[in-house]
C-alpha cells in the first residue's frame, strides 16, 4: 500500500509564505509525476503545480511566479513553497502522486489534504 503524508498548512496573512511536504511511503518501485492540488469551497479541484519525474515543471496561471514546487527523489518527498500568498489561495491542498507500486501496476494516490487559509 501507499501512504501519502501531507504537512506544512496553517494560517498566514496575505503577502506571507508557506511550504508543503508531502512524503510517500510503502511498496514503492518508481513515483513518476507528483503534483500538489487544491479545492476551494464550492470549486472544483485545480492543479496548482505539476513536477515529473525528470524535473520538467508546470504551474496554474495564478501561482506563476509565486509557487515553487521540488522534489527529493531520495526521500520521496515533494513540496511546495508558496509566497506573496493572496487570500485567493485560501484552499485545501492535496497532494498528488503517479507511482509505481512492487506488486501493482501503475496508480494514481491522493493525499488527505492541508488547509491553507490566507487571510487579508
Known amino acids: 500500500q501507499v501512504r501519502l503524508v501531507e504537512s506544512g498548512g496553517g494560517l498566514v496573512q496575505a503577502g506571507g509564505s508557506l511550504r508543503l511536504s508531502c512524503a510517500a511511503s510503502g511498496s514503492i518501485f518508481r513515483i513518476n509525476a507528483m503534483a500538489w492540488y487544491r479545492q476551494a469551497p464550492g470549486n472544483q479541484r485545480e492543479l496548482v503545480a505539476r513536477?515529473?519525474?525528470?524535473?520538467?515543471?508546470n504551474y496554474a496561471d495564478s501561482v506563476k511566479g509565486r509557487f515553487t514546487i521540488y522534489r527529493d527523489n531520495a526521500k520521496n518527498t515533494v513540496s511546495l513553497q508558496m509566497s506573496s500568498l493572496k487570500p485567493e489561495d485560501t484552499a485545501v491542498y492535496y497532494c498528488?502522486?503517479?507511482?509505481?507500486?512492487?506488486?501493482?501496476?501503475?496508480?494514481?494516490?491522493w493525499g488527505q489534504g492541508t488547509q491553507v487559509t490566507v487571510s487579508s
Open positions: 513536477i515529473t519525474s525528470g524535473g520538467m515543471t
Open positions: 498528488n502522486v503517479d507511482l509505481v507500486l512492487i506488486t501493482r501496476p501503475p496508480g494514481n494516490y
